[in-house]
C-alpha cells in the first residue's frame, strides 16, 4: 500500500516538473532565448564542412581525415555545445539530418581534396 502511494505521488511530482518545463520553454522561445534545432540539410556550415574536407583531404591521408571529420560531429553537439551554451554561444544545435548532411559534405570535400586536388597541385606538407 506503501508503495501504491509513494508511485502515485512520484507520478504527480514529475507530471508537474515536465508541465513546469513546458512552460519555461514556451515563455523562453517568446522571449527568443531558445532557437530551433537547425534541420536544413544545406546551410553555410555545409560549404565549411566541404572546404574543410578539402583541406584535410588534401593533407593527410583520406582515411585520417574521413575518420577525424566524422568523429567531429558527436563531439560537437554532444560536448562542445553544452560547453559554449553555459556562455551563451548557440553552436553545434543541430538534429541528426544535419549532423549527417554535414558528413555527406565532409566525404565529398575528402574525394575532391585527396584525389582531384592532390593530382592538380602536391600538398605542401602531409599530416598523416
Known amino acids: ?16 516538473i515536465q508541465r513546469r518545463a513546458a512552460r519555461q520553454k ?12 537547425n534541420d536544413a540539410l544545406f546551410d553555410g556550415w555545409s560549404i565549411v564542412h566541404m572546404c574543410t574536407g578539402i583541406a584535410m583531404g588534401w593533407l593527410m591521408a583520406p582515411f585520417v581525415a574521413l575518420v577525424l571529420m566524422v568523429l567531429w560531429e558527436p563531439f560537437e553537439i ?32 575528402i574525394v575532391i581534396g585527396a584525389w582531384l586536388l592532390t593530382a592538380l597541385i602536391a600538398p605542401p606538407f602531409y599530416l598523416f
Do not use: H, W
Not at 508503495?3 to 508537474?16: A, D, P, R, S
Open 1 to 16: 500500500m506503501k508503495f501504491l502511494l509513494y508511485g502515485k505521488c512520484m507520478n504527480k511530482v514529475v507530471t508537474k
Open 26 to 37: 514556451v515563455i523562453m522561445r517568446k522571449m527568443g532565448l531558445v532557437t530551433r534545432r
Open 78 to 109: 554532444l560536448i562542445l555545445s553544452p560547453v559554449l551554451a553555459r556562455y551563451g554561444i548557440e553552436f553545434g544545435y543541430e538534429t541528426l539530418n544535419n549532423s549527417l548532411s554535414d558528413i555527406v559534405f565532409d566525404v565529398i570535400g
